[in-house]
């Protein structure tokens, strides 16, 4: 399973960026899907999470509002868009993926959880 990011740069804050993760290997309805995020020196960060489906989202409390996670199972692809970017939004984005198994949605704010990842993409925001 190869998961690939991309959509990431540098950006002004109050800026828009839509990230995308396009997974290959397996069928993308199976899994799971999340973002996480991490800033140099610090550990990595539940962002948001969604169902096979797509139908049940779950986000970072302190992240509601100005993101947004969508997934096109025909693409094999997910999807963060964040708005009203800040400074402190700097850091890697990955995605990754897990199968769904009994109590997953309970776990997924977990980066443990998720058995495949991403390379990483970095998202720099200027103020």
């Known amino acids: 399973v190869q998961l690939v990011e991309s959509g990431g740069g540098s950006v002004q804050a109050g800026d828009s960026l839509r990230l995308s993760c396009a997974v290959s290997g397996r069928s993308f309805s199976d899994f799971v899907m999340g973002w996480f995020r991490q800033a140099p020196g610090m550990d990595r960060d539940f962002v948001a999470a969604?169902?096979?489906?797509?139908?049940?989202?779950y986000y970072a409390n302190s992240l509601k509002g100005r993101i947004t996670i969508s997934r096109d199972n025909s693409k094999n692809t997910v999807y963060l868009q964040m708005d009203s970017l800040k400074p402190e939004d700097t850091a890697v984005y990955y995605c990754a993926a897990v199968l769904e198994y009994t109590n997953i949605y309970t776990r997924i704010y977990n980066h443990r959880s998720y058995d495949y990842w991403g390379q990483g993409t970095l998202v720099t925001v200027s103020s």
């Open positions: 969604i169902s096979r489906s797509g139908g049940r989202t």
